[in-house]
């Protein structure tokens, strides 16, 4: 039986992945910041564990209590949609140092036993605002796009020992708690200057009336990376991501 080690399961994305799977009959390691078992359904499959994805020590505990595992999924993620004149850089190493530098610790951590064992999947949810220069997410999608690129990099460096690396891109999904997570994040939604742009964005945002991604597109997604070799290393989630994705092509 499989196991997969999933971050930020404590909502959306991540726990739906985690549901997936378990349904699937894998074992499933749940992480989060602060463990809830009853998000999930009780099951002999599934393990709860503590896990900051911003702290070194949290990573080594967890990967130990977690025991030999065949897939990371590098889910953990904030958000913030706001004016970067007046984005702090305490806001840019917050969205960097979960994002980018959180995906990179955990991935260095995994590497030792997926090359002993020849085999692994490292799956990183980055965003579909990596394929589109949108306003008002400049160092979040800076964040995601370091992803992609550190992915693309490292799937040259690590194939040969037979682990496999892939991206999945979801799109707008108002459905998660990523925008209440965002908002403490977020400053100079305020300033004169940007409120027309700021309007215009945050109406956009929460609009169910367009196509937009469901947790279960990026679970679906997560699946088919984890579990079919020949599937592409990019691999957006959700009806927009899937427009966008054609569009940059
Ligand atoms: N929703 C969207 O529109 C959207 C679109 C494209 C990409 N994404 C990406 O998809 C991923 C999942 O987002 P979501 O939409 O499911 O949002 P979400 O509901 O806010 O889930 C994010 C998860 O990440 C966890 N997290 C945050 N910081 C962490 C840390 N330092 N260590 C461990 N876990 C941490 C959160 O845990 P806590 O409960 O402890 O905060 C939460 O479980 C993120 O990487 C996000 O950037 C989201």
Not at 140 to 164: C, D, H, I, P
Request: net charge negative.
């Amino acid at each position: 039986m499989k196991t997969v080690l999933i971050t930020g399961c404590s909502s959306g994305f991540g726990l739906e992945t985690a549901r997936y799977f378990l349904e699937r009959n894998w074992q499933v390691v749940a992480t989060m910041r602060v463990p809830r078992e009853d998000v999930l359904p009780p099951s002999d499959r599934l393990r709860v564990l503590a896990l900051d994805v911003t702290d070194a020590e949290s990573i080594l505990r967890a990967l130990e209590a977690a025991g030999p595992i065949d897939v990371l999924v590098n889910n953990a993620g904030v958000g913030a949609a706001a004016p970067f004149e007046f984005t702090p850089v305490a806001t840019m190493h917050a969205l960097f140092d979960t994002n980018t530098l959180g995906t990179m610790a955990l991935t260095q951590a995994v590497l030792p036993q997926f090359r002993q064992r020849a085999e692994g999947v490292i799956v990183n949810v980055t965003s579909s605002t990596t394929y589109k220069p949108l306003p008002l997410v400049a160092a979040y999608r800076a964040s995601k796009a370091a992803v992609n690129a550190f992915t693309e990099s490292l799937a040259a460096e690590v194939g040969q020992f037979g682990v496999r690396m892939h991206v999945v891109l979801p799109g707008r999904s108002p459905e998660t708690r990523f925008g209440d997570n965002a908002r403490p994040h977020m400053h100079g939604l305020q300033e004169a200057a940007y409120a027309g742009l700021v309007q215009h964005v945050m109406a956009g945002l929460g609009d169910t009336s367009v196509p937009h991604t469901h947790a279960r597109d990026v679970a679906e997604a997560v699946w088919r990376a984890a579990t079919d070799p020949a599937s592409p290393m990019h691999i957006p989630a959700g009806a927009d991501a899937e427009a966008w994705a054609a569009e940059a092509r």
